[in-house]
C-alpha cells in the first residue's frame, strides 16, 4: 500500500463517484493523496502558496503565517510534494514551493459526480 510518505502518488483513472467500483489498489492511492490534503496546516499551505504573488513560496515565506517551526512546514511541504501537490525547486539554498494545477484540478474531478461534471462542463 502506497501510503502519504510514498514518492510522486498518481491518482486513480477511474472515480469513486462513477457508477463502478474502484479497484483496491486505485482507492489506496487516492486515499493518501486525500490524507495529505485532510490536515488545516497542509491547506493553508497550498492556500498560501496559491494566493502569493509569484504562485511560489519558500519555507520562510510560510512559517510567520502559519505560526509553525521551520521544521514543521518542511514536513508539511515534503507530504504535499511527495503526494504529487506541489512542486518543488532548489535555487541555492532555498527551496520554492507551487501547486499542480493538474493534480488538484484531477482530485476534483475523481471527486465529481459525472452528471455533476457533465453539467459543469456546459455552463
Not at 462513477?18 to 488545516?40: M, N, S, T
Amino acid at each position: 500500500m502506497q501510503g502519504v510518505g510514498s514518492t510522486n502518488m498518481t491518482t486513480p483513472a477511474i472515480s469513486p463517484l462513477a457508477g463502478e467500483p474502484i479497484k483496491r489498489a486505485d482507492a489506496e492511492r487516492l486515499a493518501g493523496v486525500l490524507k495529505a490534503f485532510a490536515d488545516p496546516a497542509r491547506l493553508r499551505l497550498l492556500s498560501l502558496i496559491q494566493s502569493s504573488p509569484q504562485g511560489e513560496a519558500s519555507v520562510s515565506d510560510l512559517t510567520a503565517p502559519l505560526g509553525l517551526s521551520q521544521p514543521t512546514v518542511s514536513h508539511h511541504l515534503r507530504i504535499l510534494n511527495e503526494a504529487g501537490l506541489l512542486e518543488r525547486e532548489k535555487r541555492g539554498v532555498w527551496a520554492y514551493y507551487r501547486l499542480v494545477p493538474s493534480a488538484i484540478a484531477s482530485i476534483a474531478d475523481l471527486l465529481t459526480p459525472p452528471r455533476k461534471r457533465a453539467t459543469k462542463k456546459t455552463r
